[in-house]
């Protein structure tokens, strides 16, 4: 077995390596970019070495430095994790012809799956079921138009070197096809250097299941199950459970052993996920070959109670694999969902920021093994007070519950989410809570289209926000008040904690909801304050005394009820949780404001930092609502800008390849 080991990765995945090889007794090497110096990664591995600056091109995709970093260090083997160098093949290659050992799969077997055009060809000739398509070499846009019409609308455009959702398009119609494969070329070479893209049919309402494989350098390869991951949002998993539900013994072994059979094509070694798309009616298709561990392996883990890191590791190190076929059981039933920083409101747009407050439900790191009762288990790469850039993908953590069964594990999973606090950046958690709660998730109605056929559901309008979070906010901007003025000394004429000489303060809080004005009308009394509120009937005062306050923490009397919550304050924004839910309440300080204009018009900004990838309109153009003007890329993913109303542009600030900060103006537009 390994003395040391480098992890060549970064967040959560670096965490959840080092933890096991913690536990085996095996010291680990971090490596880290500027943009990281201080991550959490750094912290819990033994060692640390800086290797370049924050871009990844520039850092963690450096295969020469990493492995320069592993001899200087004394590591004997590299860990990819996911993402990054872990499916390239020529950095496993140049591993061993360094005499480091590569922990994953035979550099061959990376080079066979890594085209889905060409693995597709080996798993036909393996006899593993496909989707009708092309999966040929000519690029040519004509021709794969040509191929699409005769495969029949809607067809699926695929990079052929991607993964993690990008580089991915449905075409509806012929008409759309040659503007769809352009975008997907684009995002192709962006995120993976290659633009090369397949079509296969779309199916609808299909199930996205995939097979855990694990081989050793024997011979022998087992599958550990099914996961299904059909939950997705631009072609991106969001929830993940194994094992599969309405999953039949047969078709669990038929689906396991083409899974088998797809390894052992190629030669393959450690664990790897065979992914494929499935009909409701039971039948399937080879999708893909992931040659890495997968983000969400932790399911796996939970239901069949094995550390996958501990086996990879084995693996590598020569041993055979520690279980065959007929040992391996599962037990329960597990959920993992991913949190993310970005704003499902905004079509799941990455938010970057600083976590300036961040609480869990209790949990454990990295736990496998069952009980009796539920399990929460948080993987994470953050702690309170990092900080979300633009360089990386975007995950806070993956949140993940064992339970007995699934309805269990579905409780567990609510309870926990309504248990998550996060402040500084916008996060999916309510999301996410409404859709565990959705009835087609909770029935187990799942295909890849879920999200979307919910949409209404999964995205209700906005509604007034409860009586209850207005006077915690409140609450807590009074006490903030009170607590000054208490410092501020003993004069009644500088005081702000609404003394007054003759009379009671009468005062009005100008809260605001979603944009809507919610106005909270506010008597100051000795020792407490009386509300009104258009919420509360007849126009009446409720009475208003805190009974506790532990730091952000506040529990109150509002009338006859006891209402807690906690309140952070960010600027002239309250965040409470309340009740299992966040709200977001903006403060209009009239005295702040007073100078205020109105906001320049006629600016449409970048949401984001990124880079222009694509201008679709020229100065002094006419264009409608909704028109599609620019296409910005961050974060490996495409971004379209879209014209706010019919209208002229007068102006475009910036060119193709530009790089822009978060909030730039892009152009200047001037509504008809």
Known sequence: MFTKILIANRGEIACRVAATARRMGIKTVAVYSDADAGAKHVAVCDEAVLIGPAAAKESYLRADKIIEVALATGAQAIHPGYGFLSENAQFAQACAKAGLVFIGPPASAISAMGSKSAA??????????????????????????????????????????????????????????????????????NSFGDDKVLVERYLTRPRHIEIQVFADSQGDCVYLFERDCSVQRRHQKVLEEAPAPGMTPERRRAMGEAAVAAAKAVGYVGAGTVEFIANQDGSFYFMEMNTRLQVEHPVTEMITGLDLVEWQLRVASGEPLPLRQDQLTLSGHALEARIYAENPDKGFLPSIGTLRHLRTPAATEFEVSQSSASIVRIDSGVRQGDAISPFYDPMIAKLIVWGQDRRQALAAMSTALAQYQIVGLASNVKFLQRLVAGQAFSEADLDTGLIERHHATLFPAAVPVAIEVLALAAASLLLSERNAANNAGSDPWTSTDGWRLNGSLQRRLAFVDDGQPSPLDVTYETGRWLLRHEQFEAQTFKQMTVL??????????????????????????????????????????????????????????APMPGKIVALLVTQGEQVKKGAPLLIMEAMKMEHTIAAPADGQVEELLYAVGDQVSESAQLLVFKAA
Not at 125 to 150: C, I, M, S
Not at 173 to 178: E, I, L, N, P, Y
Not at 181 to 186: G, H
């Open 120 to 189: 597709k060809e080996l798993m036909e000739k393996a006899k593993v079921p496909l989707v009708p398509g092309y999966h040929g070499e000519t690029q040519d846009a004509d021709f794969l138009q040509q191929q699409a019409d005769k495969i029949t609308y809607p067809v699926l455009l695929k990079a052929s070197a991607g993964g993690g959702g990008k580089g991915m398009r449905i075409v509806e119609q012929s008409a759309d096809f040659k503007a769809a494969l352009a975008s997907c070329k684009r995002e192709a070479i």
């Open 548 to 605: 506790q306050e532990d730091g952000n923490a506040i529990e109150i009397s509002l009338g006859d009820r006891t209402v807690a919550g906690t309140v952070v304050r960010e600027g002239e924004q309250f965040h409470v949780f309340y009740a299992g839910s966040q709200y977001t309440l903006a403060y209009v300080d009239p005295l702040l404001h007073a100078g205020d204009s109105e906001a320049e018009g006629g600016r449409l900004t």
